[in-house]
Structures are given as C-alpha cells and as structure tokens.
C-alpha cells in the first residue's frame, strides 16, 4: 500500500511538474542548440527548482500519511517510506521527461540552422533526487515524535530504584 501511494504521487509529481514549467525555445547553430535568451537559462534552473518543491511536498505529505497509519510497526513504515520516496522520485523524474519534448540536442544534429527547438524538462544534478526521500522520512518522524505513545502491555511497570545492589 505504501509503495503504490508513493508511486502514484511520484507519477501525479512528473504529470505537475511538466505542467508548471515553461521550456525554453532555443535555435539550431551549426548543428548544435543554443539557448537565445537568458530567460531560457533560468528556465533550466526552475526546472529542477519545481522537482525539488513537488518532491518535498509530496514526501512530507505522504511521509505524514504513512506515519498516522503505521501502528506499532515504526521500523517496517521507516524501511517503506525510505525505498517507496526513492522510487517515488524516480518515477517522478521519469514521467516529466516523458511527458517533455526530446532532447533538443540530439535534434540539432539534423537540423537547418535558425530552426527553433523547444528545451527539454531536465534535472540538474542528483541532489535534488534527495528532496522526495528527505521530506518522507521527515514527514513520517512528525506524528512518531509528537503523538502519544502507545503503551505496552507487555512492559513491566516496576522500577527497582535500588537496583541490582541493595543500599546499605
């Protein structure tokens, strides 16, 4: 269950993610793509500055979800969320660059020059691949940290104040 959440949050994230950016138009020169304009270099940066906020959003929002739901198996909903956001992101990444144009590079090759292509959603680094796991586990911390703590029936409530030595 936890990991077809994150799944399809990482799908939904790749779906919001190419609708938000705006690609930047770049023209052929001598077989190779040109970003003409600074707006299209900025346009490179919001692309991973959107994955790293839809990342984060959707991990805290589903590592909080999981926690509320994980009763008394911490340690398995931590495993869960830690392989589940990685595979998240992924996904995530995967379907944004799916859903783009193609790679304006590789179609410059076998253009005229002054032909206009549009840029291609991209990720700059690996570190934003990080923000989707970071936020889960946060996220799941929050109700394992501030909510009540379940008793256990099995847990003896005697303290020996003395300890294993008797005071003398």
Do not use: C
């Not at 138009?25 to 707006?39: A, K, L, P």
């Not at 692309?47 to 999981?66: D, I, P, Q, R």
């Amino acid at each position: 269950m936890i990991l077809a959440a994150f799944l399809a949050a990482g799908a939904l994230g790749g779906l919001i993610w190419n609708l938000v950016w705006s690609a930047p138009n770049g023209v052929v020169v001598s077989g190779q793509w040109v970003v003409t304009s600074e707006d299209g270099y900025r346009a490179f940066f919001n692309a991973t500055g959107w994955f790293v906020v839809l990342s984060a959003g959707f991990g805290l929002a589903l590592g909080v979800a999981t926690g509320l739901l994980a009763k008394e198996r911490e340690l398995v909903a931590l495993a869960g969320v830690v392989v589940a956001s990685v595979l998240a992101a992924l996904v995530m990444w995967r379907v944004g660059l799916a859903l783009s144009a193609p790679d304006p590079a590789v179609l410059a090759r076998g253009a005229a020059d002054q032909t206009v292509l549009e840029g291609r959603l991209s990720v700059g680094g690996w570190s934003p691949f990080l923000a989707f796991p970071t936020a889960s586990i946060f996220g799941l911390l929050i109700p394992f940290v501030t909510l009540p703590g379940r008793e256990n029936p099995s847990a003896s409530h005697d303290v020996d104040l003395d300890g294993p030595f008797p005071a003398t």
